[in-house]
């Protein structure tokens, strides 16, 4: 597609409840990245893809949070057992790398986000 | 472990006006440096991407330069404008290539 579609872009649940966050990066992009955005907060990077090699996971704040990659395509973002300090923005990023580098032309694109209310 | 901030936090200044937004990090090991837009309720727009070999980047009104040895970049926009207001993040990437670090961000309010 032409940008970066997450899904949903609003999403309210109960706590204790499970979440799945969807992400459709800019096709032909190698690299995917997930970041969280809370209240008043900075960008806090949780996760990232890179072709079929194994994600760097150091960002996840906990292990309810998991992220997959299905195809180099899509990825899921699944919250376990929401609590509320889970709110936040949930964005997701995607970038076309080659081998060690970056392309010049392409920095980070990133979707809308999806708003997670924790109550 | 890579710092950015940015200074302001936040600027209000009247249409027409030049301003310089500040952002600085702590290792000046980085691959490439980026400036990002963000509108209420929005996600992160691209504005201009600096490499670590290259001392500045244009587009439009905005001028980004990036002095990698003491740790800065400055955000220039020329002939602020009310459609300017948003929160401009600098984020740094580093040799590993993994992830951005991102600023506070500055919260800009141009005045008509």
């Known amino acids: 597609g032409a940008g970066v579609s997450q899904s949903p872009s609003n999403k309210v649940t109960e706590k204790g409840k499970d979440v799945e966050l969807r992400c459709d990066p800019i096709s032909g992009h190698t690299a995917l990245y997930w970041y969280r955005q809370s209240l008043g907060q900075g960008l806090e990077f949780l996760i990232y893809f890179q072709g079929n090699s194994a994600p760097d996971k150091s960002g996840l704040p906990s292990d309810r949070f998991s992220a997959e990659r299905t195809g180099g395509s899509v990825s899921t973002l699944t919250i376990q057992r929401t609590q509320q300090e889970d709110s936040a923005v949930y964005l997701c990023?995607?970038?076309?790398?080659?081998?060690?580098?970056?392309?010049?032309?392409?920095?980070?694109?990133f979707g809308s986000g999806t708003r997670l209310t924790v109550v | 472990k890579q710092e950015v901030t940015q200074i302001p936090a936040a600027l209000s200044v009247p249409e027409g006006e030049n301003l310089v937004l500040n952002c600085s990090f702590t290792?000046?090991?980085?691959?490439?440096l980026q400036w990002f837009r963000q509108d209420p309720g929005k996600g992160l727009t691209s504005l201009l991407l600096i490499q670590s070999s290259q001392r500045e980047q244009t587009s439009g009104r905005l001028n980004a330069s990036l002095d990698k040895s003491s740790g800065r970049s400055t955000l220039y926009i020329a002939a602020s404008q009310p459609g300017d207001s948003a929160t401009y993040l600098c984020a740094v990437m580093g040799n590993a290539g993994n992830m951005l670090t991102f600023g506070g961000g500055t919260r800009l309010m141009v005045k008509p």
């Open positions: 990023a995607s970038s076309f790398r080659l081998g060690s580098g970056f392309s010049y032309n392409y920095g980070y694109t």
């Open positions: 290792d000046s090991a980085i691959y490439n």
